[in-house]
């Protein structure tokens, strides 16, 4: 894509429907926000300049969009004051003028690259537009085509005729500008509307009456169609989770249960690796090749080496990193622990604020105890270590190198290289005490009877 591209993306808007205190566009999908989606299709056109539209308190819109250039729309007064806003921070601009949504997370690159090659085709469209064929029209505005094909119009739902409402084309918002035309026609936008607001879609009969070319290209109604309610979001979450599902398998990953694996948008899966039903990706996961991630797992800032098993019902947290051929089990929690090749920790565990060597056993209950109410410590654990089950490592703690930790020991100072550790009380036997204890027993509930 030519470097003579300026992107608007447009992100003032209250999303009032969302009846929430986060500016719309940072509600997230896939965790991550709309706004984000929109810039990253967007960078794949590689744009000289990106220009992010906020509201007059949308400091949080623009540190979610840095590093585009952030404008200020204030007053909010429609669509083409906001273009104008930015045009005038853009200045003299002869390439294109690309004019995006920020609540549109399901926009692709290579859509709005059909926009831009439709846009420039011989005979040059000072304007194009977008178009898409919903499957309920409904309160969308319509494109009108003349006999030639060029967009002769966008008529607003409320003022269509019945002729009009037919049309299955309608308008998504989304335009390109021939940039030194752009000024101009967004210049010459009135508000002589019932809600005083300047609409970006009036353009385009500021366009033919110049005896301007207009265009419409069709896209996918899917990409187009916007966010502006809690339902919506929600189908735009599943409409991306079948993306980047099929984006998945097609890269060689197996999912058992396609429908019940939940996905972030920058999840990293190796070829080979196979994922059971009902497991969540949360952001910044890596996992190698050859894994396998077992049912009901819950993970997020993790990376996960090649032949990696997870699960099933494990949780790794921010932090965990997984060498080749590690072995997480059931119900076991990691977070800010690096686990070296071959580690095994397959029942009941917690391991966290850990360096944990390679081919290391972590016996079923075992716990590393890294906070004591005010700050977190460390446990280290040397190549080989066997540590049994139930035992607590209380932080800061070393264990050493193919050293052996007696099951159910509380583990306070450090332990050398091949030492045997038992840190628990001594068992005491008591013969025929048992039977006293229940005859005693038996002799009180008697007595609370009577």
């Known amino acids: 894509m030519t470097a003579e591209l300026a992107v608007i993306v447009l992100a003032a808007g209250e999303g009032t429907r969302m009846k929430s205190a986060r500016p719309k566009v940072l509600h997230e999908v896939a965790h991550r926000p709309m706004i984000a989606h929109v810039l990253a299709a967007v960078r794949e056109l590689s744009p000289r300049r990106m220009l992010v539209v906020i509201a ?23 669509t083409a004051h906001a273009v104008r806003t930015a045009l005038a921070t853009l200045g003299p601009f002869a390439g294109d003028v690309l004019v995006v949504y920020g609540d549109t997370p399901l926009l692709t690159a290579e859509t709005l690259r059909a926009l831009l090659v439709g846009r420039r085709r011989a005979v040059a469209a000072a304007v194009a537009v977008l178009g898409m064929r919903p499957a309920d029209p409904g309160a969308y505005g319509r494109l009108v085509l003349a006999a030639d094909g060029s967009l002769e119009a966008i008529v607003e739902a409320g003022d269509a005729d019945a002729g009009q409402r037919k049309i299955g084309l309608c308008n998504s918002g989304v335009m390109a500008f021939e940039g030194a035309l752009a000024p101009e026609l967004v210049g010459a936008v009135r508000n002589a509307n019932s809600k005083r607001e300047f609409y970006l879609t009036d353009v385009v009969a500021i366009a033919r009456g110049r005896g301007l070319l207009c265009r419409a290209i069709e896209a996918p109604a899917e990409e187009l169609i916007g966010v502006n309610s809690r339902a919506e979001l929600a189908v735009a979450e599943a409409t991306l989770q079948q993306r980047l599902r099929a984006r998945h398998m097609a890269a060689g990953v197996t999912l058992v249960d396609p429908t019940t694996v939940y996905f972030s948008a920058d999840t990293l899966i190796g070829r080979d690796t196979v994922i059971e039903p009902s497991v969540v990706f949360g952001p910044g996961v890596r996992v190698g090749e050859g894994a396998e991630i077992r049912a009901f797992s819950h993970i997020m800032g993790a990376e996960i080496g090649d032949r990696v098993t997870v699960g099933p019902f494990a949780r790794l947290r921010q932090g965990a990193k997984l060498g080749n051929e590690v072995r997480i089990g059931n119900f076991v929690e990691v977070k800010e622990a690096r686990l070296g090749a071959g580690t095994r920790v397959n029942h009941l565990s917690y391991i966290g604020d850990s360096v944990v060597g390679s081919r290391v056993n972590i016996g079923a209950g075992t716990i590393t105890c890294n906070f004591d109410g005010f700050v977190k410590s460390q446990t280290k654990i040397g190549d080989g270590a066997f540590i049994g089950s139930n035992s607590a490592l209380v932080a800061p703690v070393s264990i050493g190198a193919d050293a052996i930790v007696g099951a159910g020991s509380v583990i306070v100072e450090d332990v050398p290289a091949e030492a045997l550790s038992v840190g628990r009380g001594k068992q005491v036997n008591k013969p025929g005490r048992a039977r006293e204890l229940r005859a005693a027993g038996a002799r009180k509930k008697e007595r609370s009877k009577a």
């Not at 949080?60 to 909010?76: H, L, T, W």
Request: no cysteine; proline share 9%.
């Open 56 to 78: 007059k308190d949308g400091e949080a819109v623009a540190a979610a969009a840095a590093p585009a250039e952030s404008v200020v729309q204030s007053p909010a007064l429609g």
